[in-house]
């Protein structure tokens, strides 16, 4: 067998290691980069006594980084006299990914624009360094060298991938995820659960990858169903935001697959979070791959049992339990929109890393079960 692994960030975990972040700073110029909610403004407060204050706030970071704002966001930077020699991100997926587009574009978001939409041009985007502090345990976006980015206008998304956009470091303090609200906590806790089982149904997976996603999802499985019903628990709080770390180390390595590819579109089109688009097919995919061998199915069995038919019946419980319905017609997609998407995503860029057969993933589409149990 041959393989490899790398990745390149250096991490802090733990309660209250948010307040290294000023040591790695040091005395750098930085830019905070972060949304416009009062719990954030106190971190501002917080970075500022221990940190000085920084260059430039930008702090109305939307869900889903889109061109519009991105554009006049990236905008501000240019206005600087002197651009940051670091960039901290302090928030969730849309922050990290928001920072990488700024580290690349240099103050220029037509550099960004034309990377993305021709590939061509990489020599002239910037890397200026990030320090990642996610706080919404999901996207793994700390640990990884790309961003995604939102054309709503034109229905488009794209992914700013470059090797030099990992962040140098990433700092995940557990405690910064307590007030996050329950279905914040189910949506990126899925979407966690999502990138583990879709580093390992992935051409690119890898012995290490697998440790990783295994770790992430047994632990998403195990503590996301506790932790809905005890949001204030540090402990568990610190277990999900490890799961979601570990995820994000396997991925990074991977990329995503299939349910990632079937996403997209769901999101834009259907105004579905996220963690809730990459996730509600997972059982479908998982019915689809038994069989496939190899590292993927010994390692869904060690998340799974043996019967991975069975596995996919409990993985569709467990998310009615959480309230997430399997069903794309919960999500006001026709049977006739889903095989179109199914059979679209295979052929992406994301579909295509998907080591499952096209036909098997059509067969399980067909499958109707009622989840056993659903609260809310
Ligand atoms: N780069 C990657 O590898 C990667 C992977 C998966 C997803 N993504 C992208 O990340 C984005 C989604 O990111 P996300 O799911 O982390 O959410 P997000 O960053 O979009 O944040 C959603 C909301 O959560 C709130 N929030 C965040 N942290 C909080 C906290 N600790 N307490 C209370 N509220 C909090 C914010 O106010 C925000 O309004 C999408 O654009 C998605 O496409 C990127
Ligand atoms: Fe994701």
Not at 72 to 80: I, M, S
Request: aromatic share 8%.
């Amino acid at each position: 067998m041959v393989w490899k692994y790398g990745n390149p960030v250096q991490i802090e975990f733990g309660v209250d290691s948010f307040a290294k972040l000023a040591e790695l700073i040091g005395n750098r110029r930085y830019a905070l980069v972060t949304y416009g909610e009062p719990f954030f403004d106190a971190l501002a407060s917080r970075l500022k006594n221990t940190a000085g204050a920084p260059a430039l706030v930008i702090s109305d970071v939307a869900p889903n980084p889109d061109y519009r704002l991105l554009a006049e966001q990236t905008g501000r930077f240019a206005e600087l006299a002197r651009q940051p020699e670091v960039i901290v991100a302090l928030g969730g997926g849309s922050v990290i990914d928001s920072a990488k587009v700024f580290a690349a574009a240099g103050g220029d978001f037509g550099k960004i624009k034309t990377f993305l939409e021709s590939q061509k041009g990489a020599e002239q985007l910037s890397a200026i360094p990030i320090i990642a502090v996610p706080t919404t345990a999901g996207t793994g976006s700390e640990v990884t060298c790309w961003g995604t980015v939102w054309d709503e206008a034109n229905g488009k998304k794209y992914s700013l991938a470059r090797p030099n956009l990992y962040p140098t470091h990433a700092v995940v303090d557990p405690r910064l995820m307590l007030g996050k609200p329950l279905l914040l906590t189910i949506s990126t806790g899925l979407d966690a659960l999502s990138h583990a089982l879709e580093s390992l149904w992935n051409v690119n997976n890898n012995p290490v990858s697998a440790n990783h996603a295994v770790f992430a999802a047994r632990g998403v499985l195990d503590v996301l169903p506790k932790l809905v019903k005890d949001l204030g628990n540090i402990e568990l709080r610190e277990r999900m935001a490890m799961a979601a770390l570990f995820a994000g180390l396997a991925f990074s390595n991977t990329k995503t697959a299939i349910a990632h590819s079937l996403s997209y579109p769901i999101t834009l089109r259907h105004g579905v979070q996220h963690g809730i688009a990459c996730s509600f097919s997972l059982p479908m995919v998982l019915r689809s791959v038994h069989g496939v061998g190899g590292i993927c199915e010994d390692s869904l069995k060690q998340i799974f049992g043996s019967d991975l038919a069975r596995g996919a019946d409990d993985l569709e419980d467990f998310l009615g339990l959480l309230g997430i319905s399997s069903n794309p017609a919960a999500y006001k997609i026709d049977r006739r929109e889903w095989r179109l998407l199914i059979e679209d995503s295979l052929q992406g860029e994301r579909g295509r890393n998907f080591l499952g057969s096209g036909d098997r993933l059509i067969e399980a589409s067909q499958i109707v079960r009622l989840p056993r149990a659903r609260i809310a």
